[in-house]
């Protein structure tokens, strides 16, 4: 069985187990810093969703690939800065790291000039972590409006609980702040705790050493240098 097969399994195992369908849980590739051959070889098993932590990194790697083929979807899971919105809209199915009032101004001015917009999720700071991207809990109602008076529609949320606690109390907290505000939509878990954010009502999780092997991190610095 390979890495994706097995990570399918865990998957429908645990959204059984929660009475949940597990055809409403994606699995999102997450594809950052990893070899060519090795995504390539995810992408041959049939996956066709993959996420990407940086703008420039995800151009060199997709910008070429995308085009030939239309059923792979792209999102962006790592922090937008507002001078590579243009890009990102360029390249990214969706968004999922939308967490403040000036790139929620440049995403909204960007679909006015585009008329079109990716999928968005806003990024919540479950942990309210100081070097965590992500709205604070108790400002994310406040943000969903604002996108929403801003004309754009939000699918989920998304978060990152802190690396050294017990995961689900922030996934439950997530899910909480989606229900308060009508969003159906969570991307939570990781490698390592997929199966309880699925358990803890997940509708996409982001594997990436899990699916692919430890990150290469040398091949991420020789990117940065010819970029
Ligand atoms: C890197 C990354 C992941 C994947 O992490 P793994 O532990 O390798 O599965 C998921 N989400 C985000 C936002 C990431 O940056």
Known sequence: MTARAQILTRIE?????????????????????QPW????????????????NRVQEAQTRWASVKPSRPDLELRLIGPLQTNKVRD????????????REKLVRAIAAEVDRTG???RLFVQVNTGAEPQKAGILPKDADAL????????????????????????????????????????EKLSMGMSGD??????????????????????????????????
């Open 194 to 227: 997929f199966e309880t954010a699925v358990a803890c009502g997940a509708t996409s999780v982001r594997v990436g050493s899990a699916l692919f092997g430890a990150r290469d991190t040398q091949h991420v610095a020789r990117t940065d240098l010819t970029e």
């Open 13 to 33: 195992r645990a959204a059984l187990a929660a009475g949940r369908d597990p055809a409403d849980v994606t699995l999102v590739a997450v594809s950052k810093q």
């Open 116 to 118: 079109v917009s990716p």
């Open 37 to 52: 051959d090795a995504v390539a070889a995810v992408l041959a098993e049939g996956q066709e969703v993959f996420g990407e």
């Open 144 to 183: 969903v409006a604002l996108c929403r008076s801003q004309g754009l529609e939000i699918e989920g949320l998304m978060a990152i609980p802190p690396a050294e606690e017990p995961p689900a109390p922030y996934f439950t907290l997530l899910a909480q702040i989606a229900a308060a505000n009508g969003l």
């Open 88 to 99: 990102a809209f360029a390249l990214f199915d969706a968004i999922e790291t939308v967490d």
